[in-house]
């Protein structure tokens, strides 16, 4: 993964973070990989070229990668993303929550739908005050069949979202389910759309900060270890 030497150093990082949005940096911290998740977590479907993915197939090997690596001693995941397939956006975060490695998690923007579980999913959790996240329940669409075991089949996928928050924050699973289902917060639907510092507040992010903050987190938890 790391191996440049088929191109120049500064070549080969450019063209790893226009194609993969990601890079490494190496100081006297340490070695840290910097990870983005934007616009729409793709799944199995192929997204239209005009949208922003971030795309499992890329992310999955990579973090394994970064896992396995003798030279990254931590990573950084940046979010800014709309949200996007579900299993595809809990497969990450699983990979990411179960690292040995020290990591970091940084809102900036918007950390929504699916977003929260990468939100939530590093040792450390950050978020700026301007950034907004956005927790609603499991949307169906499309032909149901089956109605009730359809019904369950989402309500199952739900609660696997609540559980994983609750596990890797310190909200409570009955509370993030009450700002799931919360009626009057956001326009023709139900859900919550909540910010930085109440973000904190409630126990979803540990907090308020920024790219410094998040770093030196960081770079703490690479000494410790």
Not at 71 to 97: S, Y
Not at 107 to 124: E, F, T, Y
Not at 128 to 155: C, D, K, L, Q, W
Not at 181 to 191: F, P, T
Request: glycine share 12%.
């Amino acid at each position: 993964m790391y191996d440049e030497t088929e191109e120049p150093r500064e070549g080969g990082e450019l063209r790893q973070i226009v194609e993969m949005g990601s890079s490494v940096v190496t100081n006297r911290h340490g070695t840290v990989h910097c990870l983005t998740i934007i616009g729409q977590i793709e799944g199995h479907m192929v997204l239209p070229g005009n949208t922003k993915t971030t795309k499992y197939e890329h992310v999955l090997p990579l973090l394994a990668s970064v896992e396995e690596s003798d030279e990254v001693d931590g990573l950084l995941l940046l979010l800014n993303t709309v949200g996007g397939d579900i299993e595809a956006g809990l497969g990450i975060a699983e990979l990411v929550a179960g690292m040995t490695k020290p990591t970091a998690t940084l809102v900036l923007g918007g950390g929504h739908s699916i977003g929260v579980p990468l939100a939530v999913c590093g040792k450390r959790t950050f978020i700026v005050p301007s950034a907004s996240m956005t927790i609603h329940p499991v949307r169906m669409g499309g032909t149901v069949i089956n109605a009730p075991a359809t019904y369950r089949y989402f309500e199952r996928m739900q609660e696997r979202i609540v559980d994983f928050v609750a596990r890797n924050s310190r909200i409570s699973g009955e509370k993030f389910r009450e700002l799931m289902l919360s009626v009057g917060d956001m326009a023709n639907d139900v859900g919550s759309v909540i910010y930085g510092k109440e973000a904190v507040a409630l126990g979803l992010i540990d907090r308020i900060g920024s790219l410094g903050d998040a770093l030196d987190s960081l770079y703490r938890m690479m000494e410790e270890k």
